[in-house]
C-alpha cells in the first residue's frame, strides 16, 4: 500500500477502462477548460507502453519519506502561489497552463481535482533543484519501476552523497521530492502523457 505518482496512457485518460480507474471525466472537463481558455483540447495520449524496465516509456514512484523538509524547502525558495501549485495539484498534464485547474471532481485522495501543466512544474523543480545543488545526471532517469525510489531508500543515494558532496546530500527525504517532481515533469513532457497519483 501507499501512494504512487504513475502516468496513465489513453485508455485509462479517456475513461475506456473504468475497472482500472479511468479518467474520462477528468480528461472531458479539462477539455472543456481548455477550450474555455483559448487553448487546444489535450488529446494525443499516448497508448500504454510495453513493460520493459528501464525503457522510461512509464512513469513508477512511491511517495514514501516524509514531506515536511520538502514543504519548507518550497517555501524558502518559492513564491505562496508557485509552492502551492507544486504541492497541491493531483494531475499533472504535458500542456501549458496559466495557473492551476481546479475541476469538482474526487481525485484519489482529495474532493477535487487539480490540474498542473508540467512546463510550469518543470521550472520550480529546476529551480529547487539549482537551490540544494542537486547532481541530477547522477540521479535515476528512468522512472518506471520505482528506480528513483530505491536510488534513494536503498543505499546509491548516500554513496553519491559520499562522492558529490552538497545541500542536497543534507536531507535526502527532500532531494527525493525535488528529484521526483523533476523526473516526473520531465517524463510527462518527454511523453506527452499525463501523472496522477493512485
Given at each position: 500500500?501507499g501512494?504512487?505518482?504513475?502516468?496513465?496512457?489513453?485508455?485509462?485518460?479517456?475513461?475506456?477502462?473504468?475497472?482500472?480507474?479511468?479518467?474520462?471525466?477528468?480528461?472531458?472537463?479539462?477539455?472543456?477548460?481548455?477550450?474555455?481558455?483559448?487553448l487546444?483540447?489535450?488529446?494525443?495520449?499516448?497508448?500504454?507502453?510495453?513493460?520493459?524496465?528501464?525503457?522510461?516509456?512509464s512513469?513508477?514512484?512511491?511517495?514514501?519519506?516524509?514531506?515536511?523538509?520538502?514543504?519548507?524547502?518550497?517555501?524558502?525558495?518559492?513564491?505562496?502561489?508557485?509552492?502551492e501549485?507544486?504541492?497541491?495539484?493531483?494531475?499533472?498534464?504535458p500542456?501549458?497552463?496559466d495557473?492551476?485547474?481546479?475541476l469538482?471532481?474526487?481525485s484519489?485522495?482529495?474532493?477535487?481535482?487539480?490540474?498542473?501543466?508540467?512546463?510550469e512544474?518543470?521550472?520550480?523543480?529546476e529551480?529547487?533543484?539549482?537551490?540544494?545543488?542537486?547532481?541530477?545526471?547522477?540521479?535515476?532517469?528512468?522512472?518506471?519501476?520505482?528506480?528513483?525510489?530505491?536510488?534513494?531508500?536503498?543505499?546509491?543515494?548516500?554513496?553519491?552523497?559520499?562522492?558529490?558532496?552538497?545541500?542536497?546530500?543534507?536531507?535526502?527525504?527532500?532531494?527525493?521530492?525535488?528529484?521526483?517532481?523533476?523526473?516526473?515533469a520531465?517524463?510527462?513532457?518527454?511523453?506527452?502523457?499525463?501523472?496522477?497519483?493512485?
Open positions: 500500500m501512494i504512487y505518482l504513475v502516468s496513465v496512457a489513453a485508455r485509462e485518460w479517456f475513461g475506456e477502462d473504468e475497472e482500472e480507474g479511468g479518467k474520462g471525466a477528468v480528461a472531458s472537463a479539462l477539455n472543456e477548460e481548455l477550450r474555455r481558455r483559448g487546444a483540447p489535450y488529446e494525443s495520449v499516448p497508448e500504454a507502453a510495453g513493460l520493459v524496465r528501464g525503457s522510461g516509456q512513469f513508477e514512484e512511491k511517495l514514501v519519506p516524509a514531506m515536511d523538509g520538502f514543504g519548507a524547502l518550497c517555501r524558502k525558495h518559492l513564491a505562496p502561489g508557485e509552492a501549485l507544486l504541492l497541491s495539484w493531483s494531475v499533472l498534464v500542456v501549458s497552463l495557473g492551476e485547474i481546479r469538482p471532481l474526487e484519489a485522495y482529495t474532493d477535487e481535482t487539480v490540474i498542473a501543466g508540467a512546463p512544474v518543470l521550472a520550480l523543480a529551480r529547487l533543484a539549482a537551490a540544494i545543488r542537486l547532481p541530477v545526471d547522477a540521479i535515476p532517469e528512468a522512472c518506471d519501476n520505482l528506480d528513483l525510489t530505491m536510488w534513494f531508500l536503498e543505499g546509491p543515494a548516500e554513496e553519491a552523497v559520499a562522492a558529490r558532496p552538497g545541500p542536497w546530500g543534507v536531507d535526502l527525504d527532500t532531494a527525493f521530492y525535488v528529484a521526483l517532481y523533476l523526473r516526473a520531465q517524463h510527462s513532457l518527454r511523453r506527452g502523457c499525463p501523472l496522477t497519483y493512485s
